[in-house]
């Protein structure tokens, strides 16, 4: 049996493409089954009986899909949306914490990268990532074939000193702090910004991954043990042990410059993650929402379960980025000329998902310019733990002992 487990709701496409990456073949459309007036925390497959898709929590980096095997980690998988053109460092470099996160807890489970759309690696810093990747053995897969590697052209990294020349020769931005890289003797200095705007703790997701990924390539390519310290940083207060930066570093003598610390300090207190099963859950009850929904022949047209990724907005002209400034509902849906919007909560957040609902009206206003003859409804969708909660404005409630209604 496999199970597929998720923070988050599990995209069906990354689900297929799971599927045809475990299954070696090609499996597009899938949909899920929810069994009657009972729910045990997981979705079957249509076709598969051998397959089920379930619900869990992590460590602050946790990927995004985990695989299980007859109930062991068999595989992971971290799926993104995210091209070079919209952000090089969020691409690559956010997303490799994910991985040495992962090492940390189960060194032999596979690792696998999904994306959603094609890489093209058009600037210097995608192709010296795709390199670091590459020297990792990391697969990177396109989501619309699995069978196609979108780093299989780039050679992996041979030196230390590869690596630094190649990273000191990509062209810098003025008034930036960029990423370079010195050796003194037995020692790297990296440059880079760990701080984040007026924040001066580790808060850079983006430079995390990036000061991750070069340290343990550098490691990786090393006979011996290396130190780096990190210059340049903009940290003013150190994370505690339990930290992604500290975990993804804990096999590194890393430390941050002006700071009497190492990475190696860390230990990992905490399982990778749990799987859930009868919680009190806001996201849990939107998701199973959004799949009886969408099976009984409503249209999905947007999600934002619980504040995880957000969808882009369905229209007759495409999918379409809702701005990020309009205050949005946890799902919208459709059916016939009724568009619901509608708003999670767990059962004490009653009242604030009312209020909630009440704030909406740039929200219809943007739906309407693509939706100008629809009427719009909205109501909540409620977690609740041993009641039912009969109310006009509830649309649906989950019950920590899997009734629904």
Request: glycine fraction near 6%; include cysteine.
């Amino acid at each position: 049996m496999y199970s597929i487990l998720s923070e988050e709701y599990p995209q069906e496409e990354d689900v297929s493409a799971i599927l045809s990456y475990i299954f070696k073949k090609r499996i597009n459309d899938i949909e899920y089954t929810v069994p009657d007036g009972n729910w045990n925390w997981k979705f079957g497959i249509n076709g598969f009986e051998n397959v089920e898709v379930g619900f869990m929590s992590g460590t602050g980096s946790v990927c995004d899909y985990i695989i299980l095997k007859d109930g062991s980690p068999h595989l992971f998988v971290e799926a993104t949306q995210t091209t070079e053109s919209e952000s090089r460092n969020t691409s690559f470099g956010q997303r490799a914490t994910k991985f040495f996160v992962a090492k940390e807890y189960y060194p032999d489970i596979p690792f696998v990268y999904l994306y959603s759309q094609p890489l093209t690696f058009r600037t210097r810093s995608s192709i010296f990532c795709a390199r670091l990747y590459k020297t990792h053995g990391i697969p990177v897969l396109y989501r619309g074939n699995c069978e196609l590697d979108l780093i299989g052209e780039f050679e992996p990294f041979a030196t230390d000193d590869e690596v630094m020349r190649e990273l000191n020769s990509i062209p810098k931005r003025l008034n930036n702090t960029s990423l370079t890289l010195q050796k003194r003797g037995v020692e790297y200095n990296l440059s880079a910004r760990l701080s984040k705007g007026a924040n001066t703790d580790i808060s850079s997701d983006p430079n995390i991954g990036m000061v991750t990924l070069i340290s343990q390539t550098l490691k990786k390519l090393s006979a011996t043990d290396v130190k780096v310290v990190v210059t340049n940083h903009g940290v003013h207060k150190s994370c505690s042990p339990g930290h992604k930066f500290m975990i993804a570093n804990r096999n590194m003598n890393l430390h941050l410059e002006g700071f009497d610390i190492s990475t190696r300090l860390s230990d990992l207190k905490d399982s990778y993650f749990k799987q859930l099963t009868h919680v009190v859950s806001e996201k849990c009850s939107t998701i199973l929402f959004h799949v009886l929904a969408k099976s009984s022949g409503f249209e999905v047209l947007f999600h934002n379960h619980a504040g995880s990724a957000r969808s882009k907005l369905v229209t007759s002209e495409g999918l379409v980025s809702v701005p990020k400034k309009v205050t949005i509902p946890d799902l919208v849906l459709k059916y016939d000329d009724t568009i619901y919007m509608v708003e999670g909560k767990v059962q004490s957040g009653y009242t604030q998902g009312l209020k909630q609902l009440d704030n909406l009206d740039d929200f219809v206003l943007f739906l309407t310019k693509y939706y100008p003859n629809c009427r719009f409804d909205k109501g909540l969708c409620l977690s609740v733990n041993g009641n039912t909660f009969q109310h006009d404005d509830v649309l649906f409630w989950l019950n920590s002992d899997g009734s629904y209604a």
